[in-house]
């Protein structure tokens, strides 16, 4: 590779090097930084080129540069897309605000490296609006507490300075709400800023006019003084209190992504990279291609997906199964990115990296989750869509109710009314009900290894009475093992082990492994068989030494001509709880002899009938449909208090199950992890893919375990029941708030009270609701699964 470097140098100009990270020429000469590398200098042409180069001298030199330079322009040559979670259709590349509702557009990743402009941006604005506000309120409110600030200076320099004050505010901090409030008339698309634009705008529009143009009201509005009341703090204060909502909510949204970004930290920043020519050393992660060799030592985070080459370990993979037990990895071995190496050092080939590897698609599942909307939004939505020309309706009726009904000075009365509506009544806490109790559940999900791939699941979870289940894999371990081992007269169990061991060693049957696993644990020796058989659906036979040995069910055995009548009660007594039974015999001199029975069963998962308990108690019905055999079937669901068993159901028959049970009114949720479960998971109100299953299961399904069990299911359930109710609380505080604080806004109470609503107040109270519903489904963060 230094030859590689050495040729292009050679073809620039003399006196001119050719930087190795971004291909420009450098003069040499110049300044320009330079590194020596295995007796070689490369010059750069800026110094984050040399460092560049400095952390990972191979990546550049080999060619992977180029070569990863290709992968990323294959895959997208556009920026950071960004969408607004209540309105998913809008995508854009980089941030903005939306044109249906005027929120922030979030990174469709769920989060992003840039800063929060708006966030950032709105902040500062808010700063000027206080300033401003501080002396505004102190010139209004002065007199009410005994400092007449207004008796000091006039009341016609007070309203000046008011004026001088506000219009800043106005017309600079404010501008953000005005540009938004203008789209949503343009678009037909009313929402919260088009009740803002109408109320800051008219309380500052009117006292502008009152305060420079007192001429054109009749004297009799105007006070003591002989100047018109103006409402200049009511403007720049609403203007502040609505920007602390929306700092507020900013932040609050940024904790959201707290859980992806939790998840991202998994991945270390660098990998150990092994060179052809014997380097090892830290390169960014970054810069880690499929084929790369990676060496990954006791205590570190497995870089990215791969397959182990040299050395073993046990690895944590609680991130992929939700498992605390470490698994042991030999080479041939499986590992995920992100899962944690505990005790050995192992050599690793990088197979998927970057956006690849199943770090990366947890991540893009949980982003994806959060975008989505509930069908619950959808009332919340038909409410909006009617709410703000309401408003408006509510805010001009009461303007002129209080013209023709209300006291002197009735017009001034009924502008701060019409303000004062216009603002207590911005829909924000409406539209953040439903997205923001989505949002943090799907990241607590995320976090517990229950993946939400849409928010309409969640839903459907919740209200879901039966739950249509696999046997293998779901309630099983999926995973044959030897649990009886009955031996003939005069024959030693592990001889007999051995034997059958030596025939299965040609065959790639599960049950197969399952005693070659037994022989493993024990250690024994294994003798050398020839002349291999299979014989579908009754089992093998082979040559061990002189003699034919047979390993299979019962009919089989006696086509060999065996007696079984020695195992004969115990066999069926073994079958009866679900076992698979198979005969040893051994033919010497033509005569076949029975050596022993050896039964094989898929153990049913340690805490699968705890589950199944919470679930009936919950008011769920378990319905087991299993491509097994009747018997074995019932003996599972009879271990574990299933509800209806189904046996012998190919996959078509799985999907019809599901189709009876929603047409007889059920709300249907199906547990599956195999390709033969993908159709029913499609068909089913929702579906539960277990994660160690097949990826089209995980495609057809609507969440996906990590942890392929029924706590998995118990812990989708409780977050599912406690987002929902999460969502109604939301909806209750912002209908509540609404239906209470517009009639008082518009005066209803000043005829009893004689109390009207300040605009400030209301601005206040708009911004609280929106706090009061970020606060509560922020609670969900906490929730125990």
Same mark, same amino acid.
């Given at each position: 590779?230094?030859?590689?470097?050495?040729?292009?140098?050679?073809?620039?100009?003399?006196?001119?090097?050719?930087?190795?990270?971004?291909?420009?020429?450098?003069?040499?000469?110049?300044?320009?930084?330079?590194?020596?590398?295995?007796?070689?200098?490369?010059?750069?042409?800026?110094?984050?080129?040399?460092?560049?180069?400095?952390?990972?001298?191979?990546?550049?030199?080999?060619?992977?540069?180029?070569?990863?330079?290709?992968?990323?322009?294959?895959?997208?040559?556009?920026?950071?897309?960004?969408?607004?979670?209540?309105?998913?259709?809008?995508?854009?590349?980089?941030?903005?605000?939306?044109?249906?509702?005027?929120?922030?557009?979030?990174?469709?990743?769920?989060?992003?490296?840039?800063?929060?402009?708006?966030?950032?941006?709105?902040?500062?604005?808010?700063?000027?609006?206080?300033?401003?506000?501080?002396?505004?309120?102190?010139?209004?409110?002065?007199?009410?507490?005994?400092?007449?600030?207004?008796?000091?200076?006039?009341?016609?320099?007070?309203?000046?300075?008011?004026?001088?004050?506000?219009?800043?505010?106005?017309?600079?901090?404010?501008?953000?709400?005005?540009?938004?409030?203008?789209?949503?008339?343009?678009?037909?698309?009313?929402?919260?800023?088009?009740?803002?634009?109408?109320?800051?705008?008219?309380?500052?529009?009117?006292?502008?006019?009152?305060?420079?143009?007192?001429?054109?009201?009749?004297?009799?509005?105007?006070?003591?003084?002989?100047?018109?009341?103006?409402?200049?703090?009511?403007?720049?204060?609403?203007?502040?209190?609505?920007?602390?909502?929306?700092?507020?909510?900013?932040?609050?949204?940024?904790?959201?992504?707290?859980?992806?970004?939790?998840?991202?930290?998994?991945?270390?920043?660098?990998?150990?990279?092994?060179?052809?020519?014997?380097?090892?050393?830290?390169?960014?992660?970054?810069?880690?291609?499929?084929?790369?060799?990676?060496?990954?030592?006791?205590?570190?985070?497995?870089?990215?997906?791969?397959?182990?080459?040299?050395?073993?370990?046990?690895?944590?993979?609680?991130?992929?199964?939700?498992?605390?037990?470490?698994?042991?990895?030999?080479?041939?071995?499986?590992?995920?990115?992100?899962?944690?190496?505990?005790?050995?050092?192992?050599?690793?080939?990088?197979?998927?990296?970057?956006?690849?590897?199943?770090?990366?698609?947890?991540?893009?599942?949980?982003?994806?989750?959060?975008?989505?909307?509930?069908?619950?939004?959808?009332?919340?939505?038909?409410?909006?869509?009617?709410?703000?020309?309401?408003?408006?309706?509510?805010?001009?009726?009461?303007?002129?109710?209080?013209?023709?009904?209300?006291?002197?000075?009735?017009?001034?009365?009924?502008?701060?009314?019409?303000?004062?509506?216009?603002?207590?009544?911005?829909?924000?806490?409406?539209?953040?009900?439903?997205?923001?109790?989505?949002?943090? @559940? /799907? +990241?607590? #999900? $995320?976090?517990?290894?229950?993946?939400?791939?849409? *928010? =309409?699941? %969640?839903?459907? &979870?919740?209200?879901?009475?039966?739950?249509?289940?696999?046997?293998?894999?779901?309630?099983?371990?999926?995973?044959?093992?030897?649990?009886?081992?009955?031996?003939?007269?005069?024959?030693?169990?592990?001889?007999?082990?051995?034997?059958?061991?030596?025939?299965?060693?040609?065959?790639?049957?599960?049950?197969?492994?399952?005693?070659?696993?037994?022989?493993?644990?024990?250690?024994?020796?294994?003798?050398?068989?020839?002349?291999?058989?299979?014989?579908?659906?009754?089992?093998?036979?082979?040559?061990?030494?002189?003699?034919?040995?047979?390993?299979?069910?019962?009919?089989? @055995? /006696? +086509?060999? #001509? $065996?007696?079984?009548?020695?195992?004969?009660?115990? *066999? =069926?007594? %073994?079958?009866? &709880?679900?076992?698979?039974?198979?005969?040893?015999?051994?033919?010497?001199?033509?005569?076949?002899?029975?050596?022993?029975?050896?039964?094989?069963?898929?153990?049913?998962?340690?805490?699968?009938?705890?589950?199944?308990?919470?679930?009936?108690?919950?008011?769920?019905?378990?319905?087991?449909?299993?491509?097994?055999?009747?018997?074995?079937?019932?003996?599972?669901?009879?271990?574990?208090?299933?509800?209806?068993?189904?046996?012998?159901?190919?996959?078509?028959?799985?999907?019809?199950?599901?189709?009876?049970?929603?047409?007889?009114?059920?709300?249907?949720?199906?547990?599956?992890?195999?390709?033969?479960? $993908?159709?029913?998971?499609?068909?089913?109100?929702?579906?539960?893919?277990?994660?160690?299953?097949?990826?089209?299961?995980?495609?057809?399904?609507?969440?996906?375990?990590?942890?392929?069990?029924?706590?998995?299911?118990?812990?989708?359930?409780?977050?599912?029941?406690?987002?929902?109710?999460?969502?109604?609380?939301?909806?209750?505080?912002?209908?509540?708030?609404?239906?209470?604080?517009?009639?008082?806004?518009?005066?209803?109470?000043?005829?009893?009270?004689?109390?009207?609503?300040?605009?400030?107040?209301?601005?206040?109270?708009?911004?609280?609701?929106?706090?009061?519903?970020?606060?509560?489904?922020?609670?969900?963060?906490?929730?125990?699964?």
């Amino acid at each position: 590779m230094q030859e590689q470097v050495a040729t292009l140098e050679k073809r620039t100009d003399p006196g001119q090097a050719v930087d190795p990270v971004c291909g420009m020429s450098v003069t040499l000469g110049k300044g320009k930084p330079s590194l020596k590398y295995k007796g070689e200098t490369y010059h750069f042409c800026n110094p984050k080129c040399h460092d560049k180069f400095d952390a990972d001298p191979y990546f550049y030199l080999s060619g992977n540069n180029e070569k990863k330079k290709k992968l990323d322009a294959e895959k997208s040559a556009s920026g950071a897309l960004f969408t607004c979670p209540m309105d998913p259709e809008i995508i854009q590349e980089g941030p903005g605000t939306c044109p249906i509702c005027g929120m922030a557009l979030e990174p469709m990743s769920g989060v992003s490296d840039e800063p929060n402009h708006e966030l950032i941006d709105f902040t500062r604005r808010l700063w000027v609006s206080v300033v401003a506000a501080i002396p505004l309120l102190v010139l209004t409110m002065g007199p009410m507490v005994g400092v007449p600030v207004r008796d000091w200076i006039g009341e016609g320099v007070a309203i000046y300075l008011e004026a001088i004050l506000a219009t800043p505010v106005v017309l600079w901090a404010a501008l953000p709400f005005f540009q938004r409030g203008w789209t949503s008339l343009v678009t037909r698309h009313f929402n919260m800023w088009t009740l803002i634009m109408i109320g800051v705008g008219t309380a500052y529009l009117y006292s502008m006019i009152a305060a420079f143009l007192p001429f054109l009201f009749p004297d009799a509005l105007k006070g003591a003084s002989g100047h018109m009341p103006v409402y200049f703090e009511a403007a720049v204060v609403i203007v502040a209190l609505v920007f602390v909502g929306q700092v507020l909510e900013l932040n609050a949204r940024e904790r959201t992504g707290d859980a992806i970004r939790a998840l991202l930290d998994l991945a270390p920043k660098t990998a150990r990279r092994l060179t052809a020519d014997g380097d090892e050393y830290d390169a960014p992660l970054d810069n880690i291609l499929a084929g790369d060799r990676l060496r990954v030592r006791p205590g570190e985070a497995v870089p990215v997906d791969g397959v182990v080459l040299e050395g073993g370990s046990s690895v944590d993979e609680s991130l992929v199964t939700g498992e605390p037990v470490p698994v042991q990895k030999q080479p041939g071995d499986k590992v995920t990115g992100g899962t944690l190496n505990k005790t050995g050092s192992m050599v690793m080939e990088a197979q998927l990296v970057g956006a690849d590897t199943m770090l990366s698609k947890i991540v893009d599942m949980v982003a994806a989750a959060q975008r989505s909307r509930a069908p619950i939004q959808g009332l919340a939505d038909r409410v909006a869509s009617y709410f703000v020309p309401t408003v408006v309706a509510v805010a001009v009726l009461a303007f002129f109710a209080w013209l023709v009904f209300g006291p002197s000075p009735a017009f001034v009365h009924g502008i701060i009314a019409a303000v004062s509506v216009l603002i207590i009544a911005c829909p924000c806490a409406l539209g953040l009900a439903t997205p923001m109790s989505i949002m943090t @559940a /799907t +990241g607590r #999900g $995320a976090q517990a290894g229950v993946l939400v791939k849409t *928010a =309409e699941s %969640l839903e459907h &979870l919740a209200e879901v009475d039966v739950i249509v289940v696999d046997k293998t894999g779901t309630l099983t371990e999926g995973r044959p093992v030897v649990t009886d081992i009955l031996a003939g007269d005069g024959v030693a169990e592990n001889n007999m082990l051995a034997l059958a061991a030596a025939i299965e060693k040609g065959s790639e049957h599960p049950l197969a492994e399952a005693i070659l696993d037994v022989t493993r644990e024990r250690a024994l020796d294994i003798p050398e068989m020839s002349c291999f058989e299979a014989v579908t659906g009754k089992g093998v036979t082979a040559l061990v030494g002189d003699s034919r040995v047979f390993f299979g069910n019962a009919s089989f @055995a /006696t +086509g060999a #001509g $065996a007696e079984l009548d020695q195992f004969q009660d115990r *066999a =069926e007594e %073994l079958a009866g &709880l679900g076992k698979t039974v198979m005969y040893l015999v051994r033919e010497d001199a033509g005569r076949a002899v029975v050596q022993g029975v050896i039964a094989v069963a898929d153990p049913v998962k340690h805490n699968a009938r705890a589950a199944i308990d919470a679930l009936h108690a919950d008011g769920v019905k378990i319905v087991m449909a299993t491509g097994d055999a009747p018997r074995t079937a019932e003996a599972v669901a009879a271990a574990l208090g299933i509800d209806d068993v189904r046996a012998g159901v190919l996959p078509e028959g799985k999907q019809k199950l599901v189709e009876e049970l929603k047409a007889a009114g059920h709300r249907v949720a199906m547990a599956g992890d195999g390709v033969n479960d $993908a159709p029913a998971l499609a068909a089913a109100d929702v579906g539960l893919a277990m994660g160690t299953g097949a990826d089209v299961a995980v495609e057809s399904a609507g969440l996906t375990l990590l942890k392929g069990d029924l706590e998995g299911i118990l812990r989708a359930r409780t977050l599912a029941r406690a987002t929902v109710k999460n969502i109604r609380q939301n909806l209750f505080f912002a209908f509540a708030y609404n239906s209470v604080g517009v009639p008082i806004a518009a005066g209803v109470l000043y005829p009893l009270l004689g109390v009207l609503l300040s605009p400030m107040l209301a601005a206040a109270a708009m911004s609280l609701s929106s706090v009061s519903v970020i606060t509560n489904a922020l609670r969900l963060r906490t929730l125990k699964l």
